[in-house]
C-alpha cells in the first residue's frame, strides 16, 4: 500500500540508493575483457539478488535487468506517498505494452515476451482490453485514443500513427493529471521539458522528410511550454535558425543550444543525448528535497539509467563495439 509519509518513503529509498551500481562499478563492467567477464563483475556486486554466473548465461542477462527494474517500480509503488502523480513516471511502460499487444493481434501472433510488468494497467487488463477492443475502463485519454485507433485500423495499418496517437495520449493525461492535482512541482517540470524537447525532435525528423506541417502536427505533444504553432511555424524555418525559433519558455535554452548543436554536427543522437542530460538535471534538481517526490522519482529514474547503462554495456560486448554509456543519476 502507499505510504503517506514523505519522510518514511524517503528514509526507505536513501537505503535503496547504496544498494545500486555505482559509477566505478559501471565502469569496471565496461571495461572487462568479454562478455563473460563482465556478467562475473556484475553478479559480484549483488545485482539480481544471489545469483552466480554459474546459474545463467550472457543471453539471460537482458531477463535479469528487467527483473531488477520490475522489483524497483514494485517497491516505488509501495512506498509512495502520492501515487497518482508517481503513476505518471510508469505510463511509458504501459504505452510499450499496449504498442506491443496491438502490433502482436495485428501480426495475429501471441504477444511475445518484451511485455513489462511494472506500469499502471496490469498485463491482463491490457491483453483483455486489447483482444476484445474494449477501452471502457480505461483513463480518457487513453480511450479516446484506441477507440480512435479502432477505427484507423479498419481502413489502414499504420504503425506509425497509432505509435503517435498512444504517445499523443500519454502526454494528454499526463497533463489532465497534473492540471488536476494543481501541480506545479519538478513533475510538471519534468513532464514539460520532455514534450518541448520530443516536439523540437519531431520538428527536425519532419524536415528531414520533407513533410509538410500537416503531417507533423498530429506527432506534437501536449504538456510542453513551447507553444504547438511556433513547431509548426518552425517547418519553414531555415535549419540556422530554428534553434532561436523554439528558444521559449523555460528550458527553451538548452532546446536552442541542442538544435544549434545538432545543425553543427548533424549527429542526431544530439537531440535524444541532451534530452535525457537535462530530464536528469531536472531530477538532480530536486534530489534532496526530502518533503516531495524528488528523491522518491530520482532513484526510480536512476533505476533506469543503470539499466540502460547494463543493457549497452553487454550489448556493445556482444557485438563486439564500443560501449558509449549513457547519462546516469548521481
Not at 503513476?87 to 511502460?93: A, K, Y
Not at 506509425?160 to 497533463?175: P, T, V
Not at 535524444?272 to 531530477?283: C, D, F, G, P, S
Request: aromatic share 8%; glycine share 6%.
Amino acid at each position: 500500500m502507499p505510504q503517506a509519509s514523505y519522510e518514511y518513503a524517503v528514509g526507505r529509498v536513501s537505503v535503496l540508493f547504496t544498494k545500486m551500481l555505482d559509477a566505478s562499478q559501471i565502469r569496471r563492467i565496461s571495461e572487462a575483457a568479454s562478455e563473460a567477464e563482465a556478467l562475473a563483475l556484475l553478479l559480484e556486486t549483488g545485482y539480481g539478488g544471489n545469483l552466480s554466473a554459474g546459474q545463467i548465461n550472457t543471453q539471460e542477462i537482458d531477463y535479469v535487468i528487467r527483473a531488477q527494474l520490475q522489483i524497483s517500480r514494485q517497491k516505488i509503488w509501495e512506498l509512495t506517498p502520492a501515487p497518482e502523480l508517481t503513476s505518471l513516471f510508469l505510463l511509458q511502460v504501459d504505452v510499450h505494452n499496449i504498442k506491443t499487444l496491438l502490433k502482436a493481434r495485428l501480426l495475429g501472433v501471441d504477444a511475445p515476451d518484451v511485455l513489462i510488468e511494472g506500469g499502471i494497467f496490469p498485463l491482463d487488463f491490457l491483453h483483455d482490453a486489447i483482444t476484445n477492443k474494449y477501452y471502457g475502463d480505461m483513463p480518457s485519454a487513453f480511450r479516446v485514443a484506441m477507440d480512435k485507433i479502432e477505427v484507423e485500423l479498419q481502413h489502414n495499418v499504420d504503425p506509425l500513427r497509432f505509435s503517435a496517437e498512444l504517445d499523443g495520449a500519454m502526454f494528454k493525461h499526463i497533463k489532465t493529471v497534473l492540471d488536476e492535482k494543481h501541480d506545479n512541482s519538478f513533475v510538471r517540470e519534468y513532464f514539460g521539458l520532455m514534450a518541448d524537447f520530443q516536439n523540437a525532435r519531431s520538428v527536425v525528423r519532419s524536415r528531414l522528410l520533407h513533410w509538410e506541417a500537416d503531417k507533423l502536427k498530429p506527432l506534437l505533444l501536449e504538456c510542453g511550454d513551447i507553444e504547438h504553432s511556433l513547431f509548426l511555424e518552425a517547418m519553414e524555418t531555415p535549419f540556422e535558425q530554428l534553434g532561436a525559433k523554439l528558444n521559449h519558455g523555460k528550458h527553451g535554452k538548452v532546446i536552442s543550444q541542442t538544435i544549434e548543436e545538432y545543425v553543427s554536427t548533424k549527429d542526431p543522437s544530439v537531440l535524444k543525448r541532451k534530452m535525457e542530460t537535462a530530464l536528469m538535471n531536472v531530477l538532480r534538481g530536486v534530489k534532496w528535497d526530502t518533503f516531495t517526490l524528488g528523491p522518491i522519482i530520482g532513484y526510480l529514474m536512476a533505476r533506469e539509467a543503470e539499466a540502460k547503462a547494463l543493457r549497452v554495456i553487454f550489448g556493445a560486448k556482444r557485438g563486439g563495439f564500443e560501449a558509449e554509456l549513457p547519462e546516469l543519476y548521481a
